[in-house]
């Protein structure tokens, strides 16, 4: 499995250090004049040497020959999966499922690497065929037939890994049904490739990781040559982009960038004051075993993050953050930067550090000024990172929000851009943001302007690359383009839960009721602009407009009511808020305190200060419950005799019914009690019989409890 995550998640998002040039245009030998053994064995040299795209035609030029030998047909499937060649990809594949189903599978021996026909075959089944034939079949927009493999991989995977790779199959299903229901609406937002020109003429560059710089332009990702000796080593490097008369054009190469030929840069990020820039560096190395002269020899390693200072508007050498970011032995990349609440550096950053979730995982650390280092970083945690890859984040900070592409979410196809808000404690719901900024593709990068009127991400597509990369024995090929999106007039919009219960009792309150108001901050109850009543499905979502401000008030009989305030002043993006509100329950045999109702010495008078608190607590929640009886109960401390405590604090009780009628609650909701100094909460006295005054003042308290409903009560 972990195999699996590291071959998905590099040959995404690592393709950019090892591709080194096309195949366009190149001469292949006439196979009609070459052996069969002699194919297999030209196919196996060229997969190990990472020429993969050799390697798949002379495999497909063996198995024109040798339809039937499963064991490299796989072999084949699964270096087009690589490649992303996903329609080459589909017959091998549905092939193998064919023949795991028969019961007589005869494979081809390893002998066959040797071209020898004379030794027996063997059987051999391909269980995760038919998981793969639902993943390429997927990544062409085939949802309904993806889905279908999948289900066939359910009822028939039993291996020891089931339950990893069971799951991992539901939530492809749970994506080819998202896909299918954002088919039936049309999108919002129109995605837009880059002019051409952007790109130069070659076929196999690409470009990504745009990142915003000045208000028309951009730094982003694109291929280049480092010369190291005598010899071009390929890499990826800083460029800019700005844009000329609406079209973006490509500026070169970013040279105010420090640049060494040791290294090649990854995605980067400004801090939010454009006064740092944190990137991704990888080094190059020479392997001493390999040829002076070959590019075999060359490898890259120590994927770690480094950040340069602007100092004056020039830019400082590269500082490696410390090891609390780039922890040995670890792959660490993709920054993003946002701040807290001292204006300090806030890193989110990818890793496969331990303690993650699964393949990559989306990390966090701050910034800590006086030991002028990041503190350990803290995993996002199950909100955010699954048991796949999560990458590529972008944390937009003035809407406290996190986007990142996930390929464990349920989503379209390989690499989904999601958007989870920051709340209290952690992160909201992982959200897919559908289409057009998703697609059967891997779709990634995604960012915002500092406007918020317009984004950019890369997406992939399929490219003929060879790699000549044998150090890590992986391909890497995902090639990408720049998107560029602009949003239409901003849409706002409210969406209630409301959820009673606590921790694993938790459930949806059917029945409670929301209502929306404009704020008038009057003090007159302003008109009701729209109503819910909660349901076991989804709210509807009620239109909110800019630059408006809005009380939303919550109710349902037998718990307190809630209200909530919601100021569109900040919202500068189309965006759909969901309110998560929490009713907890009126206790119907217990009362409840009401604090700071206080009365003068030896006196039932009510406070200036008490009246207050009843007029914003008491009376407030008998206004909302106009049908609600309560009883008003008064307790003393032990100071005095039963007697005398007793007709004080029913005096008492009174005098808090009497006030509440003068404020035009009806006396027949309300019932005073008296019960002196016979029930108290808290010790009068030590135990070392001295007087306890902090006892006491918990023991002179005012409750109220609900006592009946005038509606049942007729």
């Not at 393709?15 to 064995?41: M, Q, R, W």
């Not at 749970?174 to 490739?193: D, R, V």
């Not at 029930?679 to 006295?685: L, V």
Request: hydrophobic content about 35%; charged content about 25%.
């Amino acid at each position: 499995m972990k195999q699996v995550k590291n071959i998905l998640v590099i040959t995404w998002l690592l393709a950019s250090f090892f591709c080194a040039k096309a195949t366009f245009g190149k001469e292949y030998p006439d196979t009609t004049k070459i052996s069969t053994h002699k194919l297999l064995k030209l196919a196996k040299h060229d997969q190990v040497m990472g020429m993969l795209n050799d390697a798949t035609f002379f495999y497909q030029a063996y198995l024109h020959r040798r339809q039937n030998d499963i064991r490299n047909m796989w072999t084949l499937a699964e270096l087009y999966k690589k490649l992303e060649n996903y329609d080459m990809a589909i017959p091998l594949y549905d092939k193998i499922v064919q023949a795991n189903a028969s019961k007589n599978i005869v494979v081809r021996g390893w002998f066959e690497f040797i071209g020898d026909d004379k030794h027996d075959s063997y059987y051999q089944k391909f269980p995760l065929a038919s998981y793969y034939y639902g993943i390429v079949l997927k990544r062409t927009g085939r949802y309904k037939e993806s889905s279908m493999a999948f289900y066939g991989f359910l009822n028939s995977y039993h291996e020891k890994d089931s339950a990893i790779y069971l799951a991992m199959a539901e939530s492809e299903i749970a994506g080819n049904h998202l896909a299918l229901e954002l088919q039936k609406s049309l999108p919002q937002t129109k995605m837009t490739e880059f002019d051409s020109d952007l790109y130069p003429r070659r076929p196999f560059d690409f470009y990504t990781a745009p990142e915003p710089w000045q208000d028309s332009s951009f730094i982003y990702l694109g291929v280049g040559t480092s010369r190291v000796g005598q010899m071009e080593f390929p890499g990826t490097f800083p460029r800019k982009a700005k844009l000329v008369k609406g079209t973006w054009r490509d500026d070169g190469p970013l040279y105010e960038f420090p640049f060494d030929p040791w290294y090649v840069v990854a995605g980067g990020c400004f801090s939010k004051d454009k006064k740092r820039y944190y990137f991704t560096r990888c080094d190059i190395r020479r392997n001493a075993f390999a040829p002076p002269d070959s590019k075999l020899g060359m490898y890259y390693e120590h994927f770690s993050l480094y950040r340069c200072k602007i100092v004056n508007g020039a830019w400082q050498s590269p500082e490696k953050l410390d090891d609390n970011i780039n922890m040995p032995g670890t792959i660490n990349l993709m920054p993003s930067v946002g701040t807290d609440d001292r204006n300090h550096d806030v890193l989110y950053f990818v890793s496969n550090r331990p303690g993650g979730y699964g393949g990559y995982d989306i990390w966090r650390s701050n910034f800590a000024v006086g030991l002028d280092k990041f503190d350990v970083p803290v995993n996002l945690g199950p909100q955010i990172n699954t048991a796949e890859n999560e990458v590529t984040p972008f944390y937009d900070q003035d809407s406290s929000a996190l986007y990142f592409s996930s390929d464990g979410w349920p989503g379209l196809g390989g690499l989904d851009i999601f958007k989870a808000k920051k709340i209290p404690g952690g992160w909201g719901p992982a959200n897919n943001l559908g289409s057009p900024f998703n697609s059967w593709h891997n779709d990634l990068y995604y960012t915002l302007n500092h406007a918020h009127t317009s984004g950019m991400e890369a997406q992939s597509y399929y490219c003929h690359l060879i790699c000549v990369e044998p150090i890590f024995q992986l391909p890497f090929f995902d090639c990408q383009r720049i998107y560029t999106f602009k949003f239409k007039q901003p849409q706002f919009g409210l969406r209630t839960k409301v959820v009673v219960g606590q921790g694993a009792a938790a459930h949806v309150a059917l029945d409670a009721k929301t209502d929306v108001y404009i704020d008038n901050n009057t003090g007159h109850t302003p008109e009701i602009l729209k109503s819910f009543v909660q349901t076991d499905k989804p709210s509807p979502v009620f239109p909110l407009h800019p630059k408006y401000h809005y009380k939303i008030h919550v109710s349902k009989p037998g718990y307190y009511p809630v209200d909530t305030f919601l100021n569109t002043d900040t919202f500068v993006h189309s965006d759909t808020v969901l309110y998560l509100i929490h009713l907890g329950e009126i206790p119907k045999d217990s009362p409840i305190t009401i604090r700071n109702i206080n009365f003068d010495f030896n006196d039932s008078g009510l406070t200036h200060d008490s009246k207050n608190v009843l007029d914003t607590t008491l009376l407030r929640y008998l206004n909302k419950h106009p049908e609600e009886k309560i009883m008003i109960i008064s307790h003393s401390d032990s100071v005095g005799t039963d007697e005398y405590n007793l007709k004080l604090s029913q005096a008492r009780a009174q005098s808090v019914v009497n006030y509440l009628v003068t404020r035009g609650i009806s006396p027949k909701r309300l019932v005073a009690k008296g019960y002196g100094s016979r029930h108290p909460i808290a010790p009068n006295r030590n135990k070392d019989g001295t007087d306890n005054p902090a006892g006491r003042e918990l023991n002179r308290r005012t409750e109220f409890r609900v006592i009946g409903n005038l509606r049942k009560d007729k």
